[in-house]
C-alpha cells in the first residue's frame, strides 16, 4: 500500500540526497523565512518542505504536472485534506505509546505482544481511514487522490479485516503453541517454527479406528523456577520468526502511516502558505512550465516572497517576456530591488519545480535541471586576492556540477577586485556559460561588464534596470534598458545626508 | 620406504626429548621474535621444540628440504591445511564431548567428531593421491595413508557414522506447550504459522524494516527441559538412538597415532611456509641454501634480517637487502662504518640465515650457500650487571673466553660491539689478540667493531662498511658494502654539508 500523492509510482523520500549547494541556495534565496512561513513551526512539516522545495531540480514536467493538480484538490478540500493528516499523526503517536519499553526487548514473546496491541491500534486507524475515503471520494479530481481512495478501497476490505482479527486473536495461544523442530548440533533443538495447528473434523468411526500416533508429555513442577524458564525459553525459539513477521508488519503499516503523513506534509504546507498570501490580497498563479531545453521566462507581477513575509505587506511585482533568452544582465540603481528581483526569479523557478503555485499574476518558465547562485558572499568589498580566490572557488564548484539545462543566478559576482579585471573574468565566464546555453541572471555593479555584454547585440541576452524616475525616487520595479554608467550612490547618499536636490551624475 | 615421520628421515635424527628451551643465541640474533612470529596462532601444536632443534647431517636438512618444496605446490599446501583446519575442529568436538553433561549430548558431539576425522583423512588421501610428490617424506607418507583408508577398519567407520549422521538429521518432530505441560509427538506436515502472517499484511510491505528475529544464544549445552523433550524423541525413535549408544560404545579409540603425528608435525612446515609468504608478498626473497659441511664458502645474495623485516612491512617501509660471500680463506667478516647504519641487522642476518639452515628451512636471499656448523656462538653487548662484581671490560673478556673455549673449528661466531669500554689503544690491542684467535681456530664470523684496525688483520679478513647516502651524508643506505674501512671521512663529510670544514669555516669568517 503506498499514498503516491507526490510522484505516480515512487515514494517521496525525506531522506533523498539534495543538491550539494542546498545550503548556498537556502542563504542567498532566504528559504528560511518560506519554510517558517509553510511549516507555522511545525518541525515535520519544516523539514518536509524543505527536502521537497530543494530536491524540485531533480524532477521532471510530469511531476509537476502531477502535484498541481494534487494541490488544487488540497486547496478545495482543505478540511478533509487536514482531517487526513491529523488520522496520520494519531496513528504514529499511537505506536509510540505502545508498550515503549518491548521495543528493546530479547524475549520474542514481548516482541509478540507489543506487535499485537500495535496491530489493534492501527487496525482501528486503517478502518477510519477506510470511512473517510467512502464518503469523500467523489470529491476529488486529480489522478493521484483517484488512486489513492481506489487503492484504500481494494485493499482494505471488510474480508480482510477479519483476517487480520482471526490471526491478531489465535497469536495469543490460547490452545497452546505448536511447535516444530529438528535436530540439530548435539541434538538440540534446531529450525523451530511455529505451526497452525491442523483442524481435526474426521468421521467419528474413522477416528475410532485411526491408530493415534504416539505421544509423549512431561510436566514442570510449580515450584520450578529454572524449569519454567527454560520452558519459557523453548516457547521464545518457537515463536521467534513469527514474533518478526508480526513485528515486521507492525513497521509496515507503521510506514504507511508515516508516507502518508509526509506526502500530505508538502500539501499542508502548500495550504499554509496559501493562506497567508490570499489573506493579503498577494496574488498568486499556477506556473506553466515548458520543456527543459526550451528557453522561456515570461511573467507578469512576480514578487519576491520572502521579502513579503518578511515585511507584511505588498510588495512590487515586475514582468519579463523573455523567449529565447539565456542571458538576462540587470543592473542600475542600488537598493533599486535588483537582488530582490533576483531572488523572486529563483524562488519561483523552486516553487514552481517542486508543483507549487508561484507568486505571480503568470508564470511561465522552462524547467532547469539545476539551480546555482553566485552571491557575493559578504556587503563590502576587500579587494583582497583572497577574495576573488574563494569566489572563483566557488564558481569553479559549480562548473564541477554543471548541467545542460542549468540556471545560473549571479548576484555582484566577481567585484572583489578592480572593475576591469573583474568584467573581463566576468565576460570570460557568462561568455562561456551562454555560449552553452546555460540560463544566466547576472545582477552586476561592473558597468564594463555590462556595457561589453550589451554592444556585443546578442539577440539571447535581454538587460534589465532598475527603475528609477526622473526624480530619482525609486519604484523597485525592474524594467528593460540600456546598462547605465553609476548605480545611483549619490542618491543614497544625499537621502541619508539629507540633501534634497536630486544628482545628476550620468 | 618406510614411513616414519615427516620431519625426520631416520630416528635417530630426532633429539631423545623434545627440547623446551630456546638456545642460548637466540636473543641475540632476535630469533626469539622470528620463531614467535612464526608459531604464531599454532600453540596447539607445541611446534616451538622443532625449531629449537638444529639438525646436524646434511641429509636430514635434504629430507625436510624436499618436504618443503613438495608444499610450496599451491594445490597440497591448502589440502595439507584443510586436513589441519578438519583436525582441529575435530579436537574441539571432543573437548566439547567432556564439558557436556547429557548422554545423547555428549555422544552426538562425539559422532560428529569422528564424521569430521573421517573426512579430513578421506580428504588427505584422495589429496595425496592426485598431487605430484616428489619429497620422500611425503611419498612415505601417502602409501602409508592410502592403505590405512583402504582397510576394513576405516571403511566401516565411515560407513557407520554416515548412516547414523543421516538418520538422526532426518528426525522431525513437534511439540505442543500449554501451561506447563509439553506434548512431544512425530510431525505431521503442519503449515508453517509464520507463512500465514507475512502473507496477511504482505500488502503493507514498504521498505526494509528492523530485523525482529531475537538472536537466542543458548550454547552447546542443555537445560533440563531441552533434555527431557529430547528423551522423548529418543522414546518416538528407539532403534536409533539404541544404535548410537552401541556406536559410541564401540569407537573410543579411533583416532589413528601415525595421522595424528603428523597433523603436528606437517605444520612445523605450513607455519613456516605461511610465514615465508608474508615476506614473498612484501618483494623479498626465500631461497633453499646449499649445505656445505666441508668448504667454509658461505655466501648470500638479498639477505635480510627477519624479525627487522616483519616490522618494517608493517610500517609499510623499505626494506634494504645486502649481500655477502666468503670465498677460499676468507673467513671473517669485519664490520665497521656510521652507527644506525646496518651493522647489527647484518650480524644477525648472518646468523639467523645459519641458523634457520641447519633446521632445514628455506632462507632469505636470492640464492644462498651457508656451513653446518656444529655450534653458533653470539657475543652481543649486555647491560652492565651489578650482580656480578666484574667490571664491563672484564665481563666482555669473560664471556670471549667462554665463547673461545666453547668453539671448534666447525662453529659460527656473530661478535657485536667488543671492547667499548676501555680506552682506543687498548681496545685495539685486546682486539688483535681476540681476533688471532679466532683466525687461528679458522672460524666462521661476523665481527662488528669501531677498530678499523681489526679489518685488514689477514687473509681471511674481509672488510665491509655500512654506507651514507653520496649526496646527503646524514641520510644511511642501510647497505654494506665489501671495501675498506672509511676511518674519518664521514664525520668531515657531514662538517662539509654544513659549511664548517676548515676551509669552508675560514672563508665564512672571512666575509
Not at chain 1, 302 to 310: G, R
Not at chain 2, 328 to 347: C, H, L, W, Y
Request: include cysteine.
Amino acid at each position: 500500500m503506498k499514498a503516491f500523492l507526490m510522484y505516480r509510482e515512487r515514494d517521496f523520500d525525506l531522506k533523498r540526497a539534495l543538491p550539494w549547494n542546498a545550503q548556498a541556495l537556502t542563504q542567498d534565496l532566504a528559504l528560511d523565512t518560506l519554510f517558517d512561513a509553510m511549516a507555522l513551526g511545525d518541525k515535520f512539516l519544516r523539514e518536509v518542505v524543505r527536502v521537497a522545495v530543494l530536491s524540485g531540480v531533480d524532477d521532471d514536467l510530469g511531476v509537476v504536472l502531477y502535484r498541481q493538480d494534487v494541490l488544487r484538490d488540497c486547496l478545495g478540500n482543505a478540511t478533509i485534506i487536514r482531517d487526513l493528516y491529523a488520522l496520520a499523526v494519531e496513528a504514529i503517536e499511537g505506536e509510540k505509546k505502545a508498550y515503549f519499553y518491548s521495543y528493546f526487548s530479547k524475549h520474542p514473546d514481548a516482541i509478540l505482544n507489543r506487535a499485537i496491541e500495535v496491530l489493534q491500534v492501527f487496525v482501528g486507524m486503517l478502518k477510519r481511514l477506510r470511512t473517510i475515503a467512502d464518503r469523500h471520494a467523489s470529491e476529488f479530481a486529480s489522478e493521484g487522490f483517484r488512486a489513492f481512495f481506489t487503492m484504500l478501497d481494494r485493499e482494505l476490505s471488510d474480508a480482510y479485516f477479519t483476517v487480520v482479527q482471526d490471526h491478531l486473536k489465535e497469536l495469543k495461544f490460547r490452545g497452546g503453541a505448536l511447535i516444530s523442530a529438528e535436530l540439530g548440533q548435539g541434538l538440540k533443538g534446531a529450525s523451530y517454527a511455529l505451526r497452525k495447528p491442523k483442524a481435526r473434523k474426521q468421521h467419528w468411526l474413522r477416528q475410532a479406528f485411526a491408530s493415534r500416533p504416539p505421544v509423549y508429555s512431561f510436566t514442570i513442577a510449580d515450584r520450578d523456577e529454572s524449569g519454567a524458564r527454560a520452558l519459557s525459553d523453548l516457547r521464545d525459539q518457537g515463536i521467534n520468526v513469527v514474533a518478526n513477521a508480526l513485528a515486521q508488519s507492525a513497521d509496515h503499516i507503521l510506514s504507511f502511516f508515516t508516507l502518508l503523513r509526509t506526502e500530505l506534509a508538502f500539501y499542508i504546507g502548500c495550504l499554509n502558505l496559501h493562506g497567508q498570501l490570499v489573506a493579503q490580497g498577494e496574488p498568486v498563479c499556477f506556473p506553466l512550465p515548458a520543456a527543459p531545453a526550451e528557453r522561456r521566462h515570461v511573467f507578469a507581477g512576480l514578487y519576491d516572497v520572502c521579502l513579503f513575509l518578511t515585511l507584511g505587506q505588498k510588495v512590487v511585482g515586475s514582468a519579463l517576456a523573455a523567449e529565447d533568452v539565456d542571458l538576462a544582465v540587470i543592473t542600475g540603481a542600488n537598493q533599486g530591488g535588483k537582488s530582490t528581483f533576483l531572488r523572486s526569479i529563483g524562488l519561483a523557478q523552486l516553487m514552481m519545480q517542486c508543483g507549487m503555485f508561484v507568486p505571480a499574476e503568470s508564470f511561465c518558465a522552462n524547467m532547469c535541471d539545476a539551480l546555482f547562485t553566485h552571491y557575493r558572499r559578504e556587503e563590502d568589498v576587500t579587494m583582497t586576492s583572497g577574495k576573488l580566490d574563494e569566489e572563483l572557488g566557488r564558481m569553479s564548484e559549480i562548473v564541477d556540477h554543471m548541467t545542460p539545462n542549468a540556471l545560473l543566478l549571479f548576484n555582484e559576482s566577481f567585484a572583489a577586485t578592480n572593475e576591469r579585471e573583474g568584467s573581463e573574468i566576468a565576460r570570460q565566464i557568462v561568455s562561456a556559460l551562454v555560449a552553452k546555453r546555460i540560463k544566466v541572471f547576472f545582477v552586476t555593479h561592473l558597468y564594463t561588464l555590462a556595457r561589453g555584454l550589451y554592444d556585443r547585440g546578442l539577440v539571447n541576452a535581454v538587460f534589465l534596470v532598475a527603475e528609477r524616475r526622473t526624480d530619482g525616487e525609486r519604484t523597485f520595479r525592474i524594467i528593460e534598458g540600456e546598462p547605465s554608467q553609476t548605480s545611483y550612490g549619490d542618491d543614497v547618499y544625499d537621502r541619508i545626508f539629507g540633501n534634497a536636490e536630486p544628482s545628476d551624475s550620468r | 620406504m618406510m614411513f616414519h615421520s615427516i620431519l625426520f628421515a631416520r630416528a635417530e635424527d630426532r633429539t631423545a626429548q623434545e627440547i623446551s628451551e630456546a638456545p642460548a643465541f637466540f636473543v641475540d640474533l632476535n630469533l626469539d621474535q622470528v620463531v614467535a612470529a612464526i608459531t604464531i596462532g599454532k600453540q596447539e601444536y607445541n611446534l616451538k621444540p622443532f625449531y629449537y632443534a638444529p639438525l646436524h647431517n646434511a641429509d636430514a636438512i635434504q629430507y625436510r628440504h624436499e618436504v618443503m618444496r613438495d608444499l610450496e605446490d599451491r594445490t597440497l599446501f591448502e589440502s595439507i591445511t584443510a586436513f589441519g583446519a578438519k583436525m582441529r575442529a575435530m579436537r574441539e568436538h571432543l573437548a566439547q564431548v567432556d564439558k557436556l553433561y547429557y548422554r545423547y549430548q555428549k555422544e552426538s558431539w562425539f559422532l560428529d567428531a569422528v564424521e569430521i576425522y573421517c573426512d579430513a583423512v578421506s580428504c588427505l588421501a584422495a589429496d595425496l593421491g592426485r598431487g605430484d610428490l616428489k619429497s620422500r617424506g611425503f611419498l612415505a607418507f601417502r602409501a602409508t595413508v592410502a592403505d590405512y583408508v583402504a582397510s576394513d577398519h576405516f571403511t566401516a567407520l565411515v560407513a557407520e557414522t554416515e548412516e547414523l549422521r543421516a538418520d538422526l538429521a532426518a528426525v522431525r518432530y513437534c511439540f505442543l506447550i500449554k501451561g506447563n505441560t509439553v506434548k512431544v509427538r512425530r510431525y505431521e506436515s503442519e503449515r508453517d504459522y509464520s507463512v500465514d502472517v507475512e502473507r496477511t499484511f504482505e500488502r503493507f510491505k514498504q521498505g526494509a524494516v528492523k530485523d525482529y528475529t531475537v538472536r537466542l544464544l543458548t550454547g552447546p549445552d542443555m537445560n533440563h527441559v531441552e533434555a527431557q523433550v529430547l528423551d522423548l524423541v529418543a522414546r518416538l525413535h528407539t532403534d536409533l538412538f539404541a544404535h548410537l549408544d552401541d556406536y559410541c560404545a564401540r569407537s573410543h579409540g579411533y583416532l589413528d597415532e601415525t595421522i595424528g603425528t603428523f597433523d603436528r608435525e606437517v605444520q612445523f612446515y605450513v607455519a613456516y611456509l605461511e610465514y615465508v609468504a608474508s615476506f614473498r608478498r612484501a618483494g623479498l626473497k626465500f631461497s633453499y641454501p646449499r649445505i656445505a659441511d666441508e668448504s667454509k664458502e658461505v655466501y648470500d645474495y638479498e639477505g635480510y634480517d627477519l624479525a627487522l623485516a616483519r616490522k618494517l612491512i608493517l610500517e609499510n617501509s623499505p626494506i634494504v637487502c645486502n649481500d655477502f660471500h666468503l670465498r677460499d680463506r676468507e673467513r671473517i667478516i669485519v664490520v665497521s662504518g656510521p652507527n644506525q647504519g646496518g651493522k647489527t641487522t647484518f650480524a644477525r642476518t648472518f646468523g639467523q640465515l645459519h641458523y634457520l639452515a641447519s633446521l632445514g628451512c628455506p632462507v632469505p636471499g636470492r640464492e644462498a650457500q651457508l656451513y653446518l656448523c656444529d655450534r653458533l656462538l653470539t657475543h652481543f653487548e649486555q647491560a652492565e650487571d651489578l650482580q656480578n662484581l666484574r667490571g664491563k671490560l672484564e665481563d666482555d673478556l669473560v664471556r670471549i673466553h667462554d665463547i673461545l673455549d666453547q668453539a671448534t673449528p666447525c662453529s659460527v661466531v656473530i661478535m657485536n660491539e667488543i671492547l667499548t669500554s676501555t680506552t682506543l689503544q687498548d681496545a685495539i690491542s685486546l682486539g688483535k689478540k681476540v681476533m688471532g684467535k679466532i683466525i687461528d681456530l679458522d672460524l666462521l664470523c661476523v665481527c662488528v667493531t669501531f677498530l678499523d684496525e681489526l679489518a685488514a688483520m689477514s687473509e681471511k679478513t674481509v672488510s665491509m662498511v655500512s654506507t651514507v647516502a653520496p649526496d646527503d651524508p646524514t641520510v644511511r643506505t642501510f647497505k654494506i658494502l665489501r671495501r675498506p674501512p672509511d676511518g674519518l671521512s664521514y664525520a668531515l663529510s657531514i662538517a662539509e654539508k654544513h659549511r664548517l670544514t676548515f676551509h669552508q669555516l675560514a672563508e665564512r669568517l672571512d666575509s
